[in-house]
């Protein structure tokens, strides 16, 4: 039986009712935390500065960790009306510490938009987690092919998942330069991840990596994309009543 990716297992709020400070300041600080590399003091600072408004850096972490659900709640609503169906997905892992002791991130992330399609954070590296990643994209596109480094693990997980999808496994990503993109994209990762200096716990690392990669496949313009977010080369086209709704997609 395939087990159920992490980011199916996101836990805090979905919604921003009831809380203390008003909406556009969340969106502010969570804004200055995905985008960029402002630590939770330094937003502190910020929004105390710039808005008059007190809010401790203990406030803005939790803020940061609990609204996972809500961001994945917009994902599940708007991901079905994206195409996929693309020339390569590629697909890598990438270490990171949770107190101290090493996990593995699995992202899948489609050639032509960037998008990341799907990740899991396990304490495994093994075809397991690669049939967990795999597994909850198959609904979501057929690619020509999907790229990943010669790791083994990767080989039946594809060909049982995908049977019609070509498998091409390359030496290294950063040798070949046709399959750069998952290494821009783990780049862009680490830069942030590199911050956080670790993670305290599992639950905390999956809320944070979820929301990160809902910024980077909604809010984040990328130069790459002129100027586009890999959700609107996907075919997202909101109106003005549905970016409302969704607070932070552009």
């Known amino acids: 039986m395939i087990a159920a990716p992490s980011m199916s297992s996101l836990a805090g ?24 590399k402002n630590s939770f003091r330094n937003i502190a600072l910020i929004l105390r500065v710039i808005f008059n408004v ?8 939790n803020w940061c ?4 659900p809500m961001f ?11 195409d996929f169906n693309s020339d390569e997905w590629h697909v890598d892992e990438t270490v990171v510490k949770i107190k101290g002791v090493k996990y593995y991130i699995w992202f899948l ?20 987690q ?13 690619p020509q092919a999907i790229v990943s480094d010669r790791y083994a693990a990767y080989k039946v ?37 590199k911050t956080k200096q670790g ?16 910024f980077y496949n909604f809010v984040r313009p990328h130069s790459s994309l002129n100027g586009h977010t890999p959700a609107q080369v996907a075919g997202l086209n909101l109106s003005k009543k549905q970016k409302r709704k969704y607070l932070l997609v552009a």
């Open 65 to 68: 960790k609990s609204f996972a």
């Open 109 to 128: 992330v489609d050639s032509e938009t960037r998008f990341v399609i799907g990740f899991h954070l396990s304490p495994h590296r093994d075809s397991p």
């Open 157 to 193: 997980p594809v060909k049982s998942i995908f049977p019609s999808t070509q498998h091409i496994r390359v030496e290294s990503f950063k040798d070949d330069i046709s399959n750069n993109l998952i290494e821009s994209f783990n780049h862009q990762f680490k830069a942030w991840y």
């Open 13 to 36: 709020r979905t919604d921003f009712k009831r809380m203390r400070y008003p909406a556009h300041i969340i969106i502010t600080a969570l804004s200055m935390f995905y985008l960029g």
């Open 72 to 82: 994945d709640n917009m994902r599940l609503e708007l991901i079905s009306s994206l």
């Open 54 to 61: 007190k809010v401790s850096h203990t406030t803005i972490g």
């Open 130 to 142: 690669a049939f967990t990643l795999l597994d909850s994209a198959k609904d979501l596109g057929q």
């Open 199 to 214: 993670f305290n716990s599992y639950l905390s690392a999956n809320n944070l990596i979820s929301t990160f990669v809902f």
